[in-house]
């Protein structure tokens, strides 16, 4: 007999291997997997009907129906362009000066005769020419004009009357400037009253006459002269020349020097000036203008022999070894340093001694007890003052001309200048003087 039951799926044969029958039992014993709740499952498939309704019934939005072209019956609007705006001209430049002095007499008669000069300049007119005007009211009545141009455009530096040529009336100097200069260039124009006339005597012709023409008057002599400043350089005052009127015709004298002013303030705050009388060697290359002499004057002005406290020459002072040359260079447009150098409140000053790459300064430094400067040291380039420890830091080229050096100095108990230290570079001097070793 075959006892064997058939299997079926709802059966549980406990043959086979054990861990298979562990897992059928535990299936048993766990009971049913839950599963979700009826009215959930109700909602949910209501909500896919309904939105299957919502797409299949919406209606889609008729055409929009087409705007009138009302192009046609539109006006036209006129094509209206503004104007161009007004062309900016140049300005017409006018310059007038008024001579109303009452020694001005051009034709002797005794009357005092009134001047006036006009330029004027239009940047639009094609000769680019300035028309000078010069009309005399002379004191009889009588009106005498002259009207002339010149190349490009100039203004009244200064009109003057003076006796130039004849004690018994004066001449006119007028001096006309170059706006557009940039070391104001200027011409000067002498012009007398014959038979007449208002006639050019003389004009310069010299290119480097620059603003600053003035009357002088002669030793022993009626007549007067003109001094006119010619430029030497951008760096220095003019050298001034001499017109004057030896008899028969005109002479026009440079001084042979030109002359820089420098103040400097002292103890108590006095100030001094430095006249440093400057003139061209003549050579080709450096050094090409030197200084012949420095006179101190007591005040803010020159040229006043009652003033005069000291004259310095180059020659009077020594030279080294290092700048051996017993001379005051001119070239350097830096050519006076005016500071305190000792640190007793009187600013000192310098003069360039040497013209290579070390550029040497013969030091002069003020004596409150004497009343004067004295010549101190000389040091290359421009020296920069520390406050702190009073030290003095110099740059200076080796004997290669490769590298620079800087060396710094201090003074000791009698004032006289100590080297203390050299370094490589400006910063290591600097912190060696904060330092103060």
Same mark, same amino acid.
């Given at each position: ?53 919502? =797409? ?11 705007? *009138? ?46 001047v006036t000069a006009t330029t004027r300049f239009d940047p639009q007119d094609e000769s680019c020419s300035t028309i000078i005007t010069l009309t005399a009211a002379l ?39 170059? *706006? ?45 002269? =003109? ?36 103040? =400097? ?37 020159? /040229? ?12 009077? %002072? ?9 001379? /005051? ?13 000792? @640190?007793?409140?009187?600013?000192? /000053? ?32 421009? =020296? ?8 003095? %830091? ?16 201090? @003074? ?26």
């Amino acid at each position: 007999m075959n006892n064997k039951m058939p299997r079926t799926p709802f059966s549980l044969p406990l043959s086979g291997s054990a861990r298979e029958a562990e897992i059928r039992i535990r299936n048993i014993m766990s009971g049913p997997k839950k599963r979700p709740p009826l009215p959930f499952l109700i909602l949910m498939f209501s909500l896919c009907i309904f939105c299957g309704n919502i =797409v299949s019934c919406q209606m889609a939005e008729p055409d929009a129906p087409a705007l *009138p072209d009302i192009s046609a019956s539109l006006p036209e609007i006129p094509d209206i362009s503004l104007p161009d705006p007004p062309e900016q001209k140049p300005e017409i430049q006018e310059h007038q000066v008024v001579l109303q002095d009452e020694d001005a007499d051009l034709d002797g008669d005794g009357l005092a005769d009134t001047v006036t000069a006009t330029t004027r300049f239009d940047p639009q007119d094609e000769s680019c020419s300035t028309i000078i005007t010069l009309t005399a009211a002379l004191g009889r009545g009588e009106t005498v004009e002259r009207q002339w141009t010149e190349e490009g455009w100039l203004g009244i530096g200064d009109l003057m009357a003076g006796y130039l040529t004849s004690p018994d009336r004066d001449a006119l100097v007028l001096e006309l400037y170059f *706006p557009t200069s940039n070391y104001g260039a200027a011409e000067t124009h002498i012009l007398e009253l014959i038979d007449g006339e208002l006639t050019e005597r003389y004009r310069t012709e010299n290119a480097s006459t620059i603003s600053g023409a003035y009357l002088t008057g002669r030793e022993d002599s009626p007549l007067c002269d =003109v001094r006119i400043p010619l430029l030497v350089d951008k760096w220095h005052d003019p050298e001034y020349y001499t017109l004057s009127w030896n008899g028969t015709g005109w002479d026009f004298v440079g001084d042979g020097y030109f002359t820089d002013a420098e103040t =400097v303030t002292v103890t108590g705050g006095r100030v001094l000036t430095l006249a440093l009388r400057g003139r061209v060697t003549g050579e080709q290359f450096s050094p090409h203008l030197i200084y012949d002499q420095i006179q101190v004057f007591d005040g803010d002005m020159m /040229f006043n022999p009652n003033k005069l406290l000291q004259t310095i020459l180059p020659e009077d %002072i020594p030279g080294d070894d290092r700048f051996p040359d017993q001379i /005051f260079v001119a070239d350097n447009p830096s050519h006076v340093w005016i500071q305190d150098i000792n @640190f007793d409140g009187a600013e000192d /000053f310098a003069v360039l001694c040497d013209s290579t790459r070390n550029q040497g300064c013969r030091w002069f430094r003020w004596n409150e007890g004497q009343g004067r400067f004295e010549y101190a040291f000389s040091l290359a380039g421009e =020296v920069e003052v520390v406050p702190q420890g009073q030290h003095l %830091i110099e740059a200076c080229w080796t004997e290669d001309w490769e590298n620079k050096l800087y060396n710094i100095y201090s @003074f000791n108990n009698r004032g006289w200048l100590i080297l203390e230290s050299t370094w490589d570079t400006m910063v290591e001097a600097q912190n060696a003087c904060q330092e103060d070793f």
